[in-house]
């Protein structure tokens, strides 16, 4: 790796990389967010509500499908906790989505990248989990 490649903040790369799987999915942009996932079988994602899916090619099909549907979201990150180490990193994440119709609801995420030979990181696990609201 040559001085200009060496990443002079990992936690700042990873929190890009992890911003950019948000506004790909926010504008239901496919090309975006084949850009954000590594294309390998080791991919993997769980949508909330869904079976835990395998293979990058997959996965981006999943969003494909997501993509045509009617509806769109917003996302808002909240808690965001990024951990890094080495060439492995994660980031933990409240997504606060706001539907078209003002709707809300909050997903747990948890987004796992890799750093790849290209020098970014790009994602290989993607969990979502819907948060239930506890009284008391």
Do not use: K
Request: glycine share 6%.
């Amino acid at each position: 790796m040559d001085d200009d490649e060496t990443p002079q903040n990992p936690a700042q790369d990873v929190s890009d990389a992890n911003l950019l799987y948000y506004n790909a999915f926010e504008r239901q942009d496919l090309e975006l967010m084949s850009q954000v996932w590594e294309h390998s079988e080791r991919a993997t994602c769980t949508h909330p509500g869904w079976p835990t899916i395998h293979g990058s090619h997959t996965i981006l099909e999943s969003y494909a499908s997501i993509f045509r549907g009617p509806q769109s979201l917003q996302v808002i990150l909240t808690n965001e906790h990024i951990m890094v180490e080495g060439d492995f990193a994660y980031v933990s994440v409240d997504e606060n989505l706001v539907d078209q119709d003002g709707n809300a609801s909050a997903t747990a995420g948890l987004n796992v990248f890799v750093l790849g030979e290209d020098h970014r990181w790009h994602m290989i696990v993607h969990h979502g989990s819907p948060i239930v609201r506890r009284e008391g």
